[in-house]
């Protein structure tokens, strides 16, 4: 991919500090954009990715991250809305406070990130938005229900952003990854009885028959945010080895 895709470009990417933000960040450099990781750990980022603190569960200190990113670089053109947690169980398992924890950070972080980035987007001649959402919004997964809540939420605003900004010439669109490798999944591995029986399960749940890799959503979101993509708006892209669509036979 030519460096001079994003040059001159700046990009602020929330939960950057780890996982797929990380590699989303690393890869929105990689085509020439200064790259700002908006995370609670900000103290794990390092050059040349910028790291800033900010918890999207906090509105000041979202404010106060997106304020800094637009002081110090200038502009800003590119927001991957992507911070965000795990929950495990059904709708019986989980009191209001948890469900009120997964939806503050996953649905109002997201919406908090992106009101916070709006009037710096408004003067971008390339203005982008990607929420990360997951195939979780889109299938019904066990032990799940306040987690894909807050990601059929994410998807639902990605359209409804997309609608209300598109006068103004700034794209909002998502990536839905199936599982992917990332620290997440692993700590979810970590806690399960049987972790390497729990990962041939996950693997075998996608029709690829693999986890989903850090770098292809990197490129995914790459793509969504380019300024070569600029008819591509209001998309909610699968990165998920083919689970939303496909219904392979399984060897007998
Ligand atoms: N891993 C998967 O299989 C998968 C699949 C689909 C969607 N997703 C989504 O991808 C996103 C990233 O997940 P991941 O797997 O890379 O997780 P991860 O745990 O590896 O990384 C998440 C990052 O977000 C940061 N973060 C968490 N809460 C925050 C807060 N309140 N404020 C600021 N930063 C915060 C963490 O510090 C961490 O750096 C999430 O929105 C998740 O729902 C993940």
């Given at each position: 991919m030519s460096r001079e895709e994003y040059s001159g470009m700046v990009a602020a990417v929330t939960g950057g500090a780890s996982g797929l933000g990380l590699a989303i960040a690393t890869e929105l450099h990689a085509r020439g954009a200064i790259v700002y990781c908006l995370d609670r750990d900000d103290d794990k980022v390092h050059s040349p990715l910028i790291g800033v603190h900010c918890d999207v569960a906090d509105r000041s200190s979202v404010h106060t991250a997106m304020d800094f990113v637009a002081a110090d670089a200038g502009r800003l053109d590119v927001v991957v809305a992507n911070a965000g947690i795990g929950a495990q169980g059904d709708i019986e398992a989980n009191d209001d406070d948890e469900w009120m924890r997964v939806l503050n950070v996953n649905v109002i972080g997201s919406a908090r990130t992106v009101r916070a980035a709006m009037p710096y987007l408004r003067k971008s001649p390339a203005a982008a938005v990607v929420f990360t959402s997951s195939i979780a919004a889109w299938a019904g997964l066990p032990e799940r229900a306040p987690y894909s809540t807050s990601k059929g939420a994410i998807s639902a605003m990605t359209l409804a952003v997309a609608a209300d900004r598109l006068p103004l010439g700034i794209r909002v669109n998502a990536v839905a990854p199936g599982t992917a490798d990332t620290p997440w999944v692993g700590r979810l591995l970590e806690g399960a009885s049987d972790p390497e029986r729990e990962r041939v399960a996950l693997e075998a749940r996608q029709p690829s028959g693999r986890l989903v890799q850090l770098q292809e959503v990197a490129d995914e979101v790459a793509y969504l945010a380019s300024?070569?993509?600029?008819?591509?708006?209001g998309v909610i892209l699968p990165v998920d080895g083919g689970m939303y669509s496909l219904r392979p036979r399984r060897p007998e």
């Open positions: 300024p070569n993509s600029g008819s591509s708006n």
